[in-house]
């Protein structure tokens, strides 16, 4: 199973503060079709997971633009740039390129 | 305005079968590129995806459960469903469906807001 490894696991951050969190897989996540399966969620505490990006860098629908995911291959980001209050909670990667799916063990995004 | 929603039995013993069953609205898992997956999270721990059902009835499992997974829907009545063979305590946790709409592309767009289950003699 592809193994993705998420850093740092726990992120405390000032609210305005521009934070990055680290995904690292196993294997490449570029398909043989072109795509590279690779998602964002966060889940708010005591709340359902939420879909931020997908497909690395495409923004979920609703989603603000403070959000950014990048990266390529193995090695992926995801970037809050200014923290807000309601943005804190447990931040997820998950691929979809081989199966089974696996999701990172989450980063614990929480206030400073 | 799309909704899920999660039921199930609450408690079940060792080695018992696990019914959970999603109910949705907004959307019909017979359109193009509609799926619904199932994925769980024990208490205070990460995310295990566990199946998923696409609107073609194609069907994906986690091999980590061994066979023990089925999944199926009900288009008619908008449901999905996942049974879980011969349960142990390892299988307490909070079960999640989400639904896709645009295919793999978009992946788990909206969840419902789980179903907790324990599995206790």
């Known amino acids: 199973d592809v193994v993705l490894t998420q850093t740092p696991s726990i992120l405390s951050a000032t609210i305005g503060q521009s934070v990055s969190i680290s995904c690292r897989s196993s294997?490449?996540?570029?398909?043989?079709?072109?795509?590279?399966?690779l998602y964002w969620f966060l889940q708010r505490p005591g709340q359902s997971p939420q879909r931020l990006i997908y497909?690395?860098?495409n923004l979920g629908s609703g989603v603000p633009n403070r959000f950014s995911g990048s990266g390529s291959g193995t090695d992926f980001t995801l970037k809050i740039s200014g923290v807000e209050a309601e943005d804190l909670g447990v931040y997820y990667c998950?691929?979809?390129?081989?199966?089974?799916?696996?999701f990172g063990g989450g980063t614990k995004l929480e206030l400073k | 305005q799309v909704t899920l929603k999660e039921s199930g039995p609450g408690i079940l013993q060792p080695s018992q079968t696990l019914s959970l069953t999603c109910t949705f609205s907004?959307?019909?898992?017979?359109?193009?590129?509609?799926?619904v997956g199932w994925i769980r999270q024990p208490s205070g721990k990460g995310l295990e995806w566990l199946a998923n059902?696409?609107?073609?009835?194609?069907?994906y499992y986690n091999p980590s459960l061994k066979n023990r997974l089925t999944i199926s829907k009900d288009t008619s009545n908008n449901q999905a469903f996942l049974k879980i063979t011969n349960v142990d305590t390892a299988d307490t946790a909070t079960y999640y469906c989400?639904?896709?709409?645009?295919?793999?592309?978009?992946?788990?767009?909206?969840w419902g807001q789980g179903v907790m289950v324990t599995v206790s003699s």
């Open positions: 989400a639904l896709t709409i645009a295919a793999i592309s978009t992946l788990f767009d909206y």
């Open positions: 294997q490449s996540l570029l398909d043989s079709d072109g795509n590279t399966y």
């Open positions: 059902i696409w609107w073609d009835d194609d069907k």
């Open positions: 907004g959307f019909s898992l017979s359109t193009y590129g509609m799926g």
């Open positions: 998950m691929q979809a390129t081989h199966a089974p799916w696996t």
């Open positions: 497909l690395v860098s």
